[in-house]
């Protein structure tokens, strides 16, 4: 009867860790597929936390387009949904003060006196602020 209990926790035992096995297996085939739809589209599966945001509100930041229609031409930003903590100038409105302050291209960023000439990704955005990419919500 022992021989008969131990065997059954034995198989008891095998189906845990192959459970586990199994639950580790799903999420790093999960972690590989996230990061290549991620490469590949350039969206990203998990958002970004708040404390990015709270960041680029503290930072001197500003995005000088030039535009008829400025909504339209923020909607193709790759980092759109962080323009609200973001200056943007239009020099269409003002070409004289773009011209003074030496703006040629359009986006043209400058992010604490950094300037950065055609649209940047989140991660450049991140770099140049100082401002951390949390993916953990």
Request: a positive charge; glycine letters at 2%.
């Amino acid at each position: 009867m022992a021989k008969k209990e131990a065997n059954s926790k034995t198989k008891t035992l095998k189906k845990v860790l192959i459970a586990i096995i199994v639950l580790i297996f799903l999420v790093v085939i999960f972690y590989f597929i996230t990061s290549i739809i991620t490469k590949y589209t350039g969206f990203f599966v998990i958002d970004y936390n708040k404390n990015f945001q709270s960041c680029l509100k503290e930072k001197t930041i500003i995005v000088y387009i030039n535009s008829n229609a400025p909504e339209k031409t923020l909607e193709n930003f790759e980092a759109k949904d962080y323009l609200e903590n973001i200056n943007i100038f239009n020099c269409l409105r003002d070409k004289e003060y773009c011209n003074n302050q030496n703006i040629n291209y359009f986006p043209t960023w400058f992010i604490d006196d950094r300037k950065i000439e055609g649209d940047i990704s989140l991660e450049v955005l991140a770099k140049a602020s100082g401002c951390l990419l949390d993916r953990k919500n």
